[in-house]
């Protein structure tokens, strides 16, 4: 397969010096693999620090800066980083407020972060950790035990961004990152599989005229594959298997995510399909977002995050944000 790479085992630092090349605003340390905010550590301000392995960009380092992440740590494709990553970048950002670690729920980013937070206790560092479980497709799968981390993701680091923002006590921006997990629910489908540069080939097989129900951001098996449906029988399936499980009282926050190859036009016309299905289950939308957030490389296909949200998580969704992935109100 074709990729714009010069070879695989340098993509990860070719990527991070890009990156620092078009974000004076970050610094970006290629050899230790940490992205920060130059102007941290923010006097009496808690910082948030998250990482996971590269591939999903923009998350994390895409999500660092004013009202999301102190400090992102990417890994090699697919790989967690490792735990001297997030006490170099907990140490960089620490104010003296504490720091708290958004952790997917993939075992080696559990690991590497418990290990993490371990360490940076250990140098006098006050750390929170939550932990973004709100795959709905999968009980277990072959990353994790229990559910995936994947698009709430996204909802928390800006929420909780955005209260820390604000100066509030790391002991509240911890209840409210897991107040926004405990309220978002997650499904992705796969058209197409990914590739990741060192194999130079899918990392799965799935066959041109069927899609994976239920598929992780790893490529990691769904609940079942199908036959291609149609826009609106995805949407059908997927929104009523968040429903089913997170059964709202409150407005949603809607995320409607790219997984990497798949076209805007297409992603709009499937929400314009999510928004009917929510409609008709009596469900009130109180934001949306659509794009390539929470992305597998190359994979085509898409999935829904639903948060519900009451009048303070609406309240921080809406504060400024200025990132390289994510900004507005600035």
Request: hydrophobic share 45%; aromatic share 4%.
């Amino acid at each position: 397969m074709k990729m714009l790479i010069n070879v695989a085992e340098t993509v990860v630092a070719d990527a991070l010096r890009g990156m620092a090349a078009a974000h004076p605003e970050l610094i970006v340390d290629v050899e230790n693999r940490v992205i920060a905010r130059r102007e941290a550590p923010v006097e009496g301000k808690v910082a948030i620090v998250s990482g996971g392995g590269s591939g999903h960009e923009p998350l994390h380092g895409g999500f660092v800066g004013h009202g999301m992440l102190s400090a992102a740590c990417p890994g090699e494709v697919f790989t967690s980083p490792v735990p001297d990553q997030m006490v170099r970048a907990a140490a960089a950002v620490d104010s003296g407020a504490g720091v708290l670690f958004v952790v997917k729920n993939y075992t080696g980013d559990v690991l590497n972060f418990d290990m993490a937070a371990e360490l940076a206790e250990d140098e006098g560092i006050q750390i929170a950790k939550v932990l973004v479980n709100d795959d709905v497709a999968v009980t277990d799968s072959l990353y994790t035990a229990g559910r995936r981390g994947t698009g709430a993701t996204l909802f928390v680091e800006k929420i909780a961004g955005a209260a820390a923002e604000e100066g509030q006590p790391l002991e509240r921006v911890e209840a409210i990152a897991r107040q926004v997990n405990a309220n978002a629910r997650s499904f992705g489908v796969a058209l197409s599989a990914c590739a990741t540069p060192a194999k130079g080939s899918p990392t799965f097989d799935l066959p041109p005229g069927e899609l994976e129900l239920g598929v992780g951001i790893h490529g990691e098996p769904g609940r079942e594959r199908r036959a291609m449906m149609t826009s609106g029988e995805i949407a059908d399936f997927s929104v009523d298997v968040v429903l089913e499980d997170l059964r709202p009282t409150d407005p949603v926050l809607v995320l409607v995510n790219g997984m990497g190859a798949t076209p805007l036009l297409e992603l709009y016309g499937f929400n314009a399909e999510v928004q009917r299905v929510l409609t008709s289950r009596g469900v009130p939308v109180a934001r949306t977002l659509v794009g390539n957030y929470v992305t597998s490389l190359d994979m085509a296909g898409a999935s829904v995050t639903l948060c519900q949200v009451d009048e303070e998580l609406l309240r921080l969704w809406d504060a400024p944000v200025s990132t390289a992935g994510l900004r507005w109100g600035m």
